[in-house]
């Protein structure tokens, strides 16, 4: 099965594998293309058959692609102008985000937090209204039940939070060796002198079912272990960190065969074992201790989740969204954030921008060739770049061109002298040839000069 899926991708739609969110990115970003009416029947076939077959890998990632895919193909069929497809595609990316979790706050936050990183009124209106629409259909098949069916926790008592910032801690120092450790073993696998590539995912298919017949909580997406894990009933430390080692290597050696599937789920599984870990030995070393160790999974989780994909509002609300523990909010905004300043200080790139920086250094395949023009939509943030600069002084690049601002409710049409400020909406047209600076101008209005 796990052949299949990678002879499938490999031979129909290479931009299928892996989770294909970095994918999605590239799309918005005008530096690849979407094939939907490839990309979709190779996504979930071939989702199927490597989830189905026992490797690390989750349904998540490779259903914000697909929801994706749908977005770019409803503008196709509704003959979208192009400057409205990117606002459909992330809308659908969320969209699929929110139906694979049952989340969906999530499902929206993660457009404006990760893929869309703007608050236009358009983008926050339409990610919010498909985000819904998915939820509203996928609860009217499967339930009304959060994802993760479990007991609640009472909220931790204010001396536990040492405790919640010490998962926060060590998630982030596992999100970092998570990413390196992703990072290095595709470059290892894109190595010609280890396995050729049609015999990768049949090694790691045997592999994971090796570790299936001595240890199954380690396989698959680890959805049904994460469960266990916040139903208490996964407490041994030896058994905790053998399952934290096995899912560590499992997820790295899946995700690097190439074949469909996300890492979220494992995320989730990896962090609610470290979690776990310090919850227990907070019930043993720890004098005083009053809380549910298995409550620190749920912490653990949001925090793994802000360290490696570098999205804390995402996570936190995500982990509170599936879990229904609202009690356990502040403790793993806490946990989250902490995670997410180790990461930051560690200066380790977010898991997606990493992946894709990576791909378009390692693939053959340029750009998308030079088209129509596209118009793009930025929106200034306080200190960035732009923040406080006339127009004159921005330094477009060539084939870039500010057409319009939007301040207050009014539309100007600015001048060399106008001076930009926090919150002006703009629109800059982009000539054909230059999709490649489109990375660059959104950098300049959201991050500021080091």
Known sequence: MA????????????????????HVEAVLLRLRPLNWRRLLPVKFAGGLLSIGAGLSLGREGPTVQMGAAAGKALAHVLRVPRRSESHLIASGAGAGLAAAFNAPLAGFIFVLEELQRELSPLTYGTALISALAADIITRAFTGQLPSFHVSGYPAPPLGALPLAALVGVVCGL???????????TLRQFHNPRWLPVWAQPVAVGALAGLVAW???????????????????????PQVILALLA?????????????????????????????????GEAGARYVPGFTGAPAAFAVLGMGALFSAVVRAPLTGIVLIIEMTANYEQLFAVAVAALVAYLVAEHLREKPVYEALLEYDLHRSDQQPQEAGEPALVDLVVEPRSVMDGRRVRDLGLPPGCLLVTLKRGGREIVPGGDTLLQPGDQLVVIVAGEAMHAIPDLRRAARCALD
Do not use: C
């Open 3 to 22: 052949g299949l899926a990678g002879r499938l991708t490999r031979r129909f739609a290479p931009s299928a594998a892996g989770s294909g969110i970095p």
């Open 174 to 184: 596992l999100g970092v060796a998570f990413n390196r450790g992703l990072l290095g």
């Open 214 to 236: 001595w240890l199954p909580e380690a396989v698959g997406s680890g959805h049904q272990t994460a469960e266990h894990i916040l139903r208490g009933q996964i407490a041994a």
């Open 246 to 278: 096995v899912k560590f290597g499992l997820t790295m050696v899946s995700y690097a065969t190439g074949v469909p599937g996300g890492i979220f789920a494992p995320l989730l599984t990896l962090g609610a074992l470290a979690g776990l870990l310090v």
